[in-house]
C-alpha cells in the first residue's frame, strides 16, 4: 500500500464504481449539461487525456459527444489515467486506452505533448497540500501547446449551505476533519490556480456550479450524498479514531443513515457544489518567445548562456 492508497478514503469496486457514475451524471447535469467547458472550443481537438478517470465514464461519454459531430474518417485519441486499473472498463472499445500511472510522477516522456484536452476532476481526496503544483507540473507536460486543461473539484468551502441541517452538518464536520488529518486541502481551487499561474497559463477561465441552481435535481442530489457519506464516513471515522474499529465504523454510520433519511423527510435538500478551472497552454511560438525572452534575462544581469 503506498501513501495515496493511505489517504485516499473511498473503495475500488463494483459497488463504488455505480455510485461514481451516478455522481458523474449529477455533476454534469449540475453543471449545466457541460461535459468540457464550453469556454474550450470544440474544433481541432484530436486527442484527450482524463487523469483519475476511474470507471472512465467521462471520457466515453466526451468521446460520444465530440465524434457524433465529426467526419466518419477523423481519427481520435483518448486515454484514462488512474493509480489503479481496478476501476477500468472491461470492454475497451477502439481509439480508447487506459492506464495505470501515479500524477504526482512524471509521465512517460511518449505522452509528453500529446494531447489537445487535459480532463481532471475530483482528485482533492488524493493530492495532498503541497503536491498540487508538482501535479499540475505534470500534467502539462502532457497537454500539447496551445492545449486546455480542465479542472473540476467539489467546493467543500462553497459559500452556499451546501448541506443544510444538524445531521449533514456534522457529518460534513467529520469529513473535513479527516481531510485536515491527513493533509488534504479543503479548498483545492486555491492551490490549484496557484499552480495554473505559476505556469503561466493562458485565458484561464473559473466557473461555479451548484445543483441548487436546478431544482428538478433535489431527489438525485439526495441520492448521491447519502450514497457519497456512506462511502466516506465510516472510513473517516475509523481513521480518525473516533471508533474503534471498521464494524464499529459501519454501525455508527447506519445511524446516520437513519438521521439522514429523516431529515430528508422534513424537506432538506443538499446541493452538489462544484468548481470547474480552465486554462490555455502556451503555444510553441509563445513557448519560445518566452524562452529567448528568459536567456536574455540571464544575459543582462550578466550571466552567460552556452549554447551546446
Not at 499552480?195 to 484561464?204: P, R, S, T
Amino acid at each position: 500500500m503506498d501513501e495515496h492508497d493511505d489517504i485516499y478514503p473511498l473503495a475500488r469496486d463494483d459497488r463504488e464504481s455505480q455510485r461514481l457514475n451516478a455522481q458523474h451524471q449529477l455533476i454534469v447535469k449540475s453543471c449545466d449539461n457541460y461535459l468540457l467547458d464550453p469556454s474550450i472550443p470544440r474544433h481541432g481537438i484530436r486527442s484527450v487525456a482524463d487523469i483519475a478517470t476511474g470507471t472512465g465514464i467521462w471520457l466515453a461519454d466526451f468521446a460520444d459527444e465530440l465524434t457524433t459531430s465529426a467526419l466518419a474518417d477523423t481519427q481520435f485519441e483518448f486515454i484514462g489515467f488512474d493509480i489503479s486499473a481496478l476501476q477500468f472498463p472491461t470492454e475497451v472499445k477502439p481509439g480508447f486506452n487506459f492506464v495505470v500511472h501515479n500524477m504526482t510522477t512524471p509521465f512517460p516522456t511518449q505522452y509528453h505533448n500529446r494531447y489537445d484536452v487535459v480532463n481532471v476532476r475530483l482528485v482533492f481526496g488524493a493530492i495532498p497540500k503541497e503536491q498540487y503544483a508538482t501535479v499540475a507540473k505534470n500534467l502539462l507536460a502532457v497537454l500539447k501547446p496551445g492545449g486546455y486543461i480542465t479542472w473540476t473539484e467539489f467546493q467543500l468551502d462553497s459559500p452556499h449551505d451546501i448541506w443544510p441541517g444538524p445531521i449533514l452538518s456534522h457529518l460534513k464536520s467529520t469529513l473535513c476533519d479527516y481531510l485536515s488529518s491527513v493533509n488534504l486541502s479543503l479548498a483545492p481551487m486555491v492551490e490549484i490556480r496557484a499552480a495554473f499561474e505559476a505556469n503561466k497559463l493562458q485565458d484561464i477561465v473559473a466557473r461555479d456550479f451548484v445543483s441548487f441552481r436546478h431544482p428538478e435535481l433535489a431527489t438525485e442530489a439526495q441520492v448521491w450524498l447519502k450514497a457519497a457519506l456512506g462511502a466516506l464516513n465510516p472510513t473517516s471515522l475509523a481513521r480518525l479514531g473516533r471508533v474503534g474499529s471498521m464494524e464499529a465504523a459501519v454501525g455508527k454510520w447506519l445511524g446516520y443513515e437513519r438521521e439522514i433519511e429523516e431529515a430528508y423527510e422534513k424537506g432538506v435538500v443538499p446541493a452538489c457544489p462544484v468548481v470547474s478551472l480552465v486554462g490555455k497552454k502556451e503555444d510553441s511560438r509563445g513557448l519560445v518567445k518566452r524562452g529567448v525572452e528568459e536567456i536574455w534575462k540571464v544575459l543582462t544581469d550578466g550571466g552567460w548562456c552556452v549554447v551546446q
